[in-house]
């Protein structure tokens, strides 16, 4: 039962995140200051692939070569137990 209660929990939250992406953006396009940016990045297995126009993009990189390396990381690290 309670993993029940925490499926709809989780499922909640997610509605109302994106109800709130939703409420900010209508926000931000109603103030007509908006500057439009965007920046992400896939992980491919260990390989990153990194893509936007912020300036935040070279540490979203360099988190997704730490992510990589900790990847590989743990799988030698099982892979000799």
């Known amino acids: 039962m309670k993993g029940g209660l925490l499926i709809i929990a989780g499922i909640a939250m997610i509605f109302i995140g994106f109800f709130l992406v939703f409420?900010?953006?209508l926000m931000t396009a109603a103030s007509g200051e908006a500057e439009v940016e965007s920046g992400g990045v896939i992980m491919i297995g260990p390989i990153?692939?990194?893509f936007g126009t912020q300036?935040?993009?070279t540490l979203?990189?360099?988190l997704a070569i730490i992510?990589?390396?900790l990847w590989i990381f743990t799988a030698l690290l099982n892979r000799r137990v």
């Open 60 to 62: 979203a990189m360099i």
């Open 23 to 25: 409420i900010g953006t």
């Open 67 to 69: 992510l990589m390396l």
């Open 48 to 50: 990153p692939i990194v």
């Open 55 to 57: 300036r935040g993009v």
